[in-house]
């Protein structure tokens, strides 16, 4: 079967169109999505001692948090997606991403590193993180700081690999912007936020640290 990806000469065997519809594969993982950001947002309603603010990094951070996990890490260890007959929601998923980066259908090694490591190493952290904030921890900010420059980290050797093999992985203008641009331009602006804001809070703690060591000396 003729695979829809580019490049044209992507050696695929055993390939499966995907069965599900665009609109489906969207409505699904939009809705889901939704379910888990207000549900997060309701519980977290119900303590009077979280800001807003901390309710919307408590929402992203649950979000992302199985993004890496489910979505991510059923690439990463499934290298035969593209083979999939049962139309099995997660293969669909990445059989239809692929028509904006088919590296990840021709199983690129440095996507599946990246993916793989994003998985294992920021899935599980981003759910601890969660709780962190609920719970008002100590590390909160620091763990944050170290997830979202992970996941800055990842992102740029993403967009950066393609880069330097031609940056022609898209099957047409469509699916390059809205798959690999947009989709992807999240964790690049989010985690850039989180990180700048974790930043000044690190930064003030200490600087406060220091001043009242300095009173009692």
């Known amino acids: 079967m003729e695979h829809p990806y580019v490049p044209r000469d992507l050696q695929l065997p055993g390939y499966v169109p995907v069965s599900l519809s665009q609109s489906t594969i969207l409505t699904v993982y939009g809705l889901s999505s939704l379910l888990v950001v207000s549900l997060v947002w309701f519980l977290s309603g119900r303590s009077r001692n979280i800001s807003k603010l901390d309710r919307l990094l408590m929402c992203w951070w649950a979000f992302t948090g199985l993004t890496h996990l489910i979505l991510e890490g059923y690439f990463a260890f499934s ?30 090694s440095a996507i599946v590193a990246v993916e793989g ?3 294992v190493l920021e899935g599980p952290p981003c759910l601890l993180a969660v709780y962190a904030i609920a719970k008002g921890k100590g590390y909160s900010y620091i763990l944050q700081f170290a997830i979202s420059l992970g996941q800055l980290y990842g ?10 093999e031609g940056d022609n992985f898209s099957a047409s203008p469509f699916y390059y912007y809205a798959y690999y641009v947009l989709a992807n331009s999240f964790w690049l602006l989010i985690p850039s936020l989180i990180a700048i804001r974790c930043w000044k809070k690190i ?3 200490v600087q406060s640290q220091s001043q009242k060591k300095n009173k009692i000396r």
């Open 117 to 119: 490591m994003t998985s």
């Open 155 to 164: 992102t740029f050797v993403y967009f950066i690999t393609a880069y330097l």
């Open 79 to 108: 290298p035969e997606f593209y083979k999939d007959k049962t139309g099995f929601y997660l293969a669909e998923v990445w059989k239809e991403y692929s028509k904006g980066d088919s590296r990840y259908a021709g199983r690129d």
């Open 203 to 205: 930064s003030s703690a």
